[in-house]
């Protein structure tokens, strides 16, 4: 079956640091990749997404890739802000019906 | 403005109780979902909708039972409530059924037994 690994949080940075969130997966056939971020107290949105092989996904500063590969889709942003505290949920889609696997989840707390 | 909301967004009852959960979208989407966040919020797809017609069912226990009575709505109904049942259920659209379409999701139903 389907199952997406991620990097156990929380995750503490300073304002300004490099993030990185490492997200690997099992699939069936070729699935859709997407990386949620969920804010205290609310539903999930959509950060970024990739929906084959090599793409990249990017929005807001964040970035990932596609690597089939390695099957993995890490997070990376560049330089993070303190509004950027929150968790952080990669995902995969396969097959009909678009049903999301979800890794743990991954909290990152930015420090000023 | 709100694409998919929910009601209530908080729900605290009593074991054994029966409750019904809303959601609507307004974003003209085909295919509707339930998930389940829980306390380590972990999250699992419950159901899934596509124009009414339900496409995915998960191992969920059968006092669950989704309705949609129009692809703008599906609704969630708790017979016999149990304090396992206490978790943040979350309802979400998306455009169609394809995997390579992301989902919307509404702010959650923070859902208390006691």
């Not at chain 1, 990017?58 to 993995?72: L, V």
């Not at chain 1, 560049?78 to 949920?89: L, M, R, T």
Request: hydrophobic share 30%.
């Amino acid at each position: 079956g389907n199952s997406v690994t991620q990097m156990e949080g929380p995750v503490t940075l300073s304002e300004e640091a490099f993030l990185t969130i490492n997200c690997t997966y099992t699939a069936t056939g070729y699935p859709s990749l997407f990386w949620y971020v969920q804010y205290p107290g609310e539903g999930l949105q959509l950060l970024l997404k990739a929906t084959k092989a090599d793409d990249k996904g990017s929005n807001k500063g964040f970035e990932a890739t596609y690597r089939k590969e390695t099957t993995s889709f890490h997070l990376e942003k560049g330089s993070v802000q303190v509004s950027d505290s929150a968790v952080y949920f990669c995902a995969l889609s396969s097959g009909g019906g678009n049903k999301l696997t979800f890794g743990t989840g991954t909290q990152l707390k930015v420090e000023l | 403005d709100t694409a998919v909301s929910q009601t209530p967004k908080y729900l605290v009852t009593q074991m054994g109780n029966d409750k019904s959960i809303k959601c609507e979208q307004n974003l003209g989407h085909d295919t509707m979902y339930w998930y389940k966040q829980d306390s380590k919020k972990f999250l699992k797809i419950m159901f899934s909708y596509n124009n009414k017609e339900l496409i995915i069912n998960e191992t969920v226990p059968n006092r669950f039972s989704p309705k949609s009575p129009d692809k703008a709505h599906l609704n969630l109904h708790i017979n016999s409530l149990e304090l396992g049942d206490s978790a943040v259920y979350f309802c979400a659209s998306s455009l169609d059924r394809s995997s390579n379409q992301p989902q919307h999701f509404g702010d959650g139903t923070r859902l208390s037994i006691l």
